[in-house]
């Protein structure tokens, strides 16, 4: 059995590119029922530091809350993940979510033990929300392909999730919501 897994593991590791990371799939019920919080807001601060160790750099972004999708949180969250840079050293974590000033996002959140709080599922919890010229608002996952690979539990690769009007995507994890008797923010 050990042989067989260690095998499949390694298959799995020759086939991605250079640089990539694999995460087993989180369906979008999965993230519903497991999120503390589905929050949609714009990034106001980004900072990176040295863990307490000094062996791991993490990136803290400040949410400002714009829409509280479900659970109930502050009007500013601090979220937190590996990789980042500070002065002459970076640690680029793929398949980490990233934080830029002035972005929104759509984040689904798990809490961190001192406040703070992490992107449930990597990168399979946060959406970009884009604007076009009409002020239409579109939520864009954050990974892709080539960097993250995502793997159903079977093994084989999970689908890109598609970009969808932002309002839709709220409304699908909404129902989501009710589907599996999770209390919505009110």
């Avoid at 929050?39 to 863990?51: D, P, Q, T």
């Amino acid at each position: 059995m050990k042989r067989v897994g260690f095998g499949i593991a390694l298959t799995l590791a020759l086939a991605l590119p250079a640089g990539a990371s694999t995460f087993i799939e989180m369906s979008r019920e999965e993230l519903v029922e497991q999120a503390d919080a589905v929050v949609a807001g714009r990034v106001v601060e980004v900072k990176s530091f040295w863990n307490r160790q000094g062996t791991a750099i993490l990136t803290e972004a400040v949410i400002e809350v714009e829409d509280s999708i479900l659970g109930k949180t502050a009007s500013r969250v601090k979220v937190r993940t590996f990789g980042g840079e500070v002065g002459k050293h970076r640690i680029m974590a793929i398949g980490f979510p990233t934080f830029e000033r002035n972005e929104k996002l759509l984040l689904f959140l798990e809490p961190e033990q001192d406040g703070a709080y992490k992107v449930l599922g990597y990168l399979q919890g946060e959406f970009r929300i884009r604007t076009d010229g009409r002020g239409h608002e579109t939520a864009v996952p954050t990974w892709e392909m080539d960097t993250v690979r995502i793997l159903k539990a079977d093994g084989t690769p999970a689908r890109v999730p598609r970009a969808v009007p932002f309002e839709d995507l709220k409304r699908q994890i909404r129902e989501t919501a009710d589907r599996v008797g999770r209390p919505q923010a009110q």
